[in-house]
């Protein structure tokens, strides 16, 4: 079962706008990550933000949490064509079980 | 390249086979995962070993099966396969054994049941 969802299914913008993207998860969790996959590959790690945190900077990537509402949100900014893919969010649970995957945010980014 | 090496790369197989796949977890990685990721259903956890053992399980059915070698590698059997475990296989691999590890994946397997 999903234990994180994102919003939107996917995102249209042109290249030099920001994209945002959000993250709603059921239970309590030691940290909330997000991962990038371009078409068909693996899936690459992006950024880790901790329970006891707010919010999470790195390079163009900028990181929310929101605990009581057991929400996160992935901001990039001016972004790029080769920021086009898909964006999961993933979630442990305060047992510690293996990462749980969101079903993704689509992002295209035309220039 | 991540450092988790997963093979085969691509695999078509009839209905009622059975394949293996093979994953090398990243130099240093101790937990191996397996995800399977469709269309309909996104990326779901199948199962978790630690250093050769089994650590947390998921959606994994019965028809399928994993272990851990004492060198770390991992293999996910898949037996009696149907057209709907046409899919992509990921191994990721992390450091320690819980769930708040960062993951590396592996290119992943992708399998076709005719």
């Known amino acids: 079962s999903q234990q994180g969802e994102e919003d939107p299914q996917a995102l249209s913008i042109q290249e030099g706008e920001n994209a945002t993207m959000n993250c709603s998860y059921k239970?309590?969790?030691?940290?909330l990550q997000w991962y990038r996959q371009n078409s068909g590959r693996g899936l690459v790690h992006l950024i880790l933000i901790r329970s006891n945190e707010r919010e999470k900077h790195s390079g163009r990537l900028r990181v929310t949490l929101d605990t009581s509402k057991k929400s996160s949100s992935l901001l990039i900014t001016a972004s790029r064509a080769a920021d086009t893919a898909s964006y999961f969010c993933a979630t442990d649970g305060r047992a510690g079980t293996a990462l749980i995957f969101g079903k993704g945010t689509t992002l295209s980014v035309s220039s | 390249d991540s450092g988790v090496t997963q093979t085969p790369k691509h695999l078509i197989t009839a209905t009622g086979q059975r394949v293996t796949l093979r994953c090398s977890p990243r130099?240093?990685?101790?937990?191996v995962y397996w995800y399977q990721q469709s269309l309909d259903q996104g990326l779901q956890f199948l199962i978790q070993y630690y250093n050769g053992e089994e650590r947390a399980k998921g959606n994994i059915l019965e028809r399928f099966s994993a272990q851990q070698f004492p060198d770390l590698h991992s293999e996910l059997n898949l037996s009696s396969l149907e057209l709907g475990d046409s899919a992509l296989y990921f191994c990721?691999?992390?450091?320690?054994?819980?769930?708040?590890?960062?993951?590396?994946f592996g290119a992943g397997s992708r399998l076709t049941v005719l």
């Open positions: 130099s240093g990685d101790l937990s």
């Open positions: 239970t309590s969790i030691n940290n």
């Open positions: 990721a691999s992390s450091v320690g054994g819980q769930g708040f590890n960062v993951l590396t």
